[in-house]
Antibody, heavy 120, light 109 residues
């Protein structure tokens, strides 16, 4: 069964860059029917789509975050990554990586989530 | 302010049928399919309904979805205590953007 695991620093200073990696196991990130995405959830709040990537490198991003976000894929490592620049306290959230099947926004599989706190 | 509008809370007693609504616009629900997620406390979201009314394998048929125009709804029949969770609707928006509802907290009384 496909598994996703987020990894990266749990604490980031304001104005710096948040970086997370999602490792895909028991499945191929190069699957032509899969799209890989990031979703975040601030403490006590709802879900927000950050963006997604296809194995070819094609991206879609949330317009509200587009100027600060980059999502890339590394097929050799079966991983995809998120960077979010110029972070503030408002970026404190649990960050989930997820796999969408058949379209960009239909997440059948999720990682367990990684809490990232923005604080000095 | 979420793009898709859901009631913040819903409740029901065991065995009852409850519905959760989700309202959008012509650029999201009106032109794309709707998915529903269940999030139990402290857990990652789980896909409950996709393509308006399809259940992934393993999801009980007590859960059903429907869509009409720019609105969608999730119905849970035979409510059980383990259904107490947050429920989110979601749809692709043609802007393009992935949009979620604000979530509905379901309480089983």
């Amino acid at each position: 069964q496909l598994q996703l695991q987020e990894s990266g620093p749990g604490l980031v200073k304001p104005s710096e860059t948040l970086s997370l990696t999602c490792t895909v196991s028991s499945g191929s990130i190069s699957d032509k029917t899969s799209y890989w995405g990031w979703v975040r959830q601030p403490p006590g709040k709802g879900l927000e789509w950050i963006g997604g990537v296809f194995y070819t490198g094609k991206n879609y991003y949330n317009p509200s975050l587009k100027s600060r976000v980059a999502i890339s894929v590394d097929t050799s490592s079966n991983q995809f990554s998120l960077t979010l620049s110029s972070v503030t306290a408002a970026d404190t959230a649990v960050y989930y990586c997820a796999k969408s099947s058949g379209s960009w926004f239909r997440f059948f599989s999720w990682g367990q989530g990684a809490l990232v706190t923005v604080s000095s | 302010q979420s793009v898709l509008t859901q009631p913040p809370s819903a409740s029901g007693t065991p065995g009852q049928r409850v519905t959760i609504s989700c309202s959008g616009t012509s650029s999201n629900i009106g032109s794309n399919t709707v998915n529903w997620y269940q999030q139990l406390p402290g857990a990652a979201p789980k896909l409950l309904i996709y393509s308006n009314n399809q259940r992934p394998s393993g999801v009980p048929d007590r859960f059903s979805g429907s869509k009409s125009g720019t609105s969608a709804s999730l119905a849970i029949s035979g409510l059980q205590s383990e259904d107490e969770a947050d429920y989110y609707c979601a749809a692709w928006d043609d802007s393009p953007n992935g949009v979620f509802g604000g979530g509905t907290k379901l309480t089983v009384l």
